[in-house]
């Protein structure tokens, strides 16, 4: 069995070998990690190309091979694999949010304020204005709408062709921009299920097990999120 394997290099402090193969296992959770890190990198929650997902996983292999028990079969190593990606992800992307909020605290704003000459303005989306700048025509039309979120080709893909979409719907920029936007406003829990479902082929009876959620409630969830895609 690959989990006695797996059991026997832990025994023998083999990394290497037990590396190789628990990534042999689970090759669909690579492209989970993969297309979840370049989705919050097209909405702006981190930096493009900073975050390496291998590297991620890394991490998560070497707290399977430090923590293995040694009465878990094949399913349940699944299982906890994805189970601990997910964690990784919500970790970095909270990291990421409070480290926006501290970079952009009022205490420092005020700071910056007070070493002007001028009279200033800060706006409702935290931006520095001269008074005199709310009345330019430009600034009012740049603030009722905001940019579109195009995500990334590959993912689209994934997406059009995994919820058995119209692939010839998103051929403009206006409708991949919606799928972005819809694709943007999803929950968190909501969209780990459908990550899992699209980028990491898993059934709705493995996402109930990896999340602990009823699978009835799976189901419906993803059925609601496939409907907001599909009216597009």
């Keep these: 069995m690959p989990t006695r394997e797996l059991l026997k290099y832990k025994a023998e402090d083999n990394f290497k070998d037990f590396y190789e193969r628990i990534k042999s296992l689970v090759p669909e959770l690579e492209r989970f990690m993969v297309a979840s890190l370049k989705v919050s990198e097209n909405q702006g929650k981190i930096d493009r190309q900073f975050y390496d997902p291998r590297g991620m996983l890394d991490e998560v292999y070497l707290d399977i091979f430090r923590n293995l028990p040694e009465d878990m079969d094949l399913n349940k190593l699944k299982h906890l694999l994805f189970e601990k990606s997910i964690t990784k992800i919500d970790d970095l992307l909270q990291q990421e949010a409070e480290t926006s909020t501290a970079i952009h605290a009022d205490n420092i704003l005020k700071q910056e304020l007070n070493r002007l000459q001028e009279k200033w303005f800060v706006d409702v989306d935290g931006d520095l204005l001269l008074k005199t700048e709310l009345d330019d ?45 819809v694709y943007d406003r999803i929950p968190s829990r909501s969209r780990h299920m459908l990550e899992l479902f699209v ?34």
């Design 137 to 181: 025509i430009s600034y009012k039309q740049d603030h009722q709408w905001s940019p579109p979120i195009l995500l990334d080709e590959a993912v689209e893909q994934q997406l059009i062709h995994k919820l058995d979409l119209d692939e010839s719907n998103f051929l403009s920029e206006e409708k991949r921009g919606l799928m972005g936007s």
């Design 199 to 232: 980028f990491g082929d898993q059934t709705q009876k493995d996402i109930s097990e990896i999340m602990h959620i009823n699978e009835e409630k799976v189901s419906r969830m993803l059925r609601i999120m496939f409907e907001k895609f599909r009216l597009i």
